[in-house]
């Protein structure tokens, strides 16, 4: 389990890339790719960001994992 993790505030991003992040996801348990999820929120812990939402189809549990190391 990881420490020190917050929840940050997913509509600071800008809308393309909300509408980009909520459309291109994995969803693990009905095994297909860009189902789409909702009622996401956004965390952060030391060394990683991510989003978890609710799979649009089974809603289920979909996690996104975001890179930001490129800026
Ligand atoms: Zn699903």
């Given at each position: ?65 975001i ?5």
């Amino acid at each position: 389990m990881e420490d020190n993790i917050i929840e940050r505030s997913f509509t600071d991003r800008p809308q393309d890339e909300q509408e980009a992040l909520l459309t291109y996801t994995w969803c693990n348990y009905c095994m297909e790719v860009d189902l789409g999820m909702q009622n996401v929120k956004e965390y952060q812990s030391e060394d990683r960001v991510w989003l978890e939402g609710d799979c649009i189809k089974c809603n289920n549990k979909v996690i996104t994992e975001i890179d930001e190391t490129e800026d």
